[in-house]
């Protein structure tokens, strides 16, 4: 409990102008590695997810939305943490068969990292660009453009079928 208040009590500093999200590499699920510079011309929902969470049916939606738009160009990224409650597994081959059987899950997973406690430096990146913040809790959505920054930040609350992340994703989809 102390760590969890510590977290949220360290500060994170902010950037002024915008940097390329897309400029880091990050270890995924299945034991390959994924260079996000190849998502350069798409825009991607990046969000930090937990297997064992109130918010976890959120998968659904998510699965839906990738569904619905990657053929149209979304990449999604979905990042398990265990940062808040440790509420996700310790095992990626856990993680990767708890989504895949639940939630039928078919967007690419991070091994588990950091988000905010000891933030992954993807994570940091995506915590400091302007408008942004560290995720205050699992189920945060990040929406990077076809440039590499960050366009959209939704809370855990803001269910991924939200107007507000169809609206972005659509727009940011119609950019040339």
Same mark, same amino acid.
């Given at each position: 409990?102390?760590?969890?208040?510590?977290?949220?009590?360290?500060?994170?500093?902010?950037?002024?102008?915008?940097?390329?999200?897309?400029?880091?590499?990050?270890?995924?699920?299945?034991?390959?590695?994924?260079?996000?510079?190849?998502?350069?011309?798409?825009?991607?929902?990046?969000?930090?997810?937990?297997?064992?969470?109130?918010?976890?049916?959120?998968?659904?939606?998510?699965?839906?939305?990738?569904?619905?738009?990657? %053929?149209?160009? +979304?990449?999604?990224?979905?990042?398990?943490? /265990? $940062?808040?409650?440790?509420?996700?597994? =310790?095992?990626?081959? *856990?993680?990767?068969?708890?989504?895949?059987?639940?939630?039928?899950? %078919?967007?690419? +997973?991070?091994?588990?990292?950091?988000?905010? /406690? $000891?933030?992954?430096?993807?994570?940091? =990146?995506?915590?400091? *660009?302007?408008?942004?913040?560290?995720?205050?809790?699992?189920?945060?959505?990040?929406?990077?453009?076809?440039?590499?920054?960050?366009?959209?930040?939704?809370?855990?609350?803001?269910?991924?079928?939200?107007?507000?992340?169809?609206?972005?994703?659509?727009?940011?989809?119609?950019?040339?």
């Amino acid at each position: 409990m102390l760590s969890t208040l510590k977290m949220y009590l360290r500060g994170t500093d902010r950037l002024t102008q915008p940097t390329d999200v897309y400029e880091h590499k990050v270890g995924l699920l299945d034991g390959g590695e994924l260079d996000l510079s190849t998502l350069h011309g798409h825009p991607t929902l990046i969000v930090n997810t937990a297997s064992k969470c109130g918010f976890t049916p959120q998968y659904a939606g998510l699965q839906e939305l990738y569904r619905q738009y990657h %053929e149209q160009g +979304l990449q999604m990224l979905g990042c398990p943490s /265990a $940062d808040f409650a440790g509420q996700e597994y =310790d095992d990626d081959e *856990q993680i990767g068969a708890f989504c895949q059987r639940n939630y039928g899950v %078919e967007f690419p +997973l991070t091994q588990r990292m950091s988000v905010r /406690a $000891d933030p992954d430096p993807l994570w940091q =990146d995506i915590n400091r *660009q302007p408008g942004s913040g560290p995720p205050a809790w699992n189920f945060t959505k990040y929406l990077i453009d076809r440039e590499g920054r960050l366009v959209g930040r939704w809370s855990t609350k803001v269910t991924p079928d939200d107007p507000r992340i169809v609206e972005a994703i659509e727009a940011a989809l119609a950019q040339s």
